[in-house]
């Protein structure tokens, strides 16, 4: 995949797989927001398991903010405590709701 064309082309045919179900006009509702959800998904995925074992740690102590310690752990100012990745979703599409 050398030629730029060639790039173009596959990065187009990737965004119409993308869209599926959605019409035009949706796009930017959808697709905006998944592509930032995933980049911030991919940031904090090497410190999801010490951000969760550090909150672990933290639960019904003394430290009511726990927010500057978890942000220390990630190294940037936002951290994500959920259990969910986007591939623990991708891997059991089937059970997540609309």
Request: hydrophobic residues 40%; aromatic residues 10%; proline residues 5%.
């Amino acid at each position: 995949m050398n030629d730029f064309g060639e790039k173009v082309s596959f990065i187009w045919s990737v965004a119409d797989l993308l869209r599926g179900p959605y019409r035009p006009n949706q796009y930017k509702d959808v697709m905006l927001p998944m592509t930032v959800l995933r980049r911030l998904d991919c940031v904090l995925e090497s410190t999801k398991d010490e951000v969760q074992a550090k909150l672990r740690d933290l639960e019904g102590g003394k430290v009511k903010n726990v927010e500057p310690i978890l942000c220390r752990v990630t190294g940037v100012p936002f951290f994500n405590t959920s259990l969910y990745t986007f591939e623990k979703l991708k891997g059991d599409h089937e059970h997540i709701a609309a």
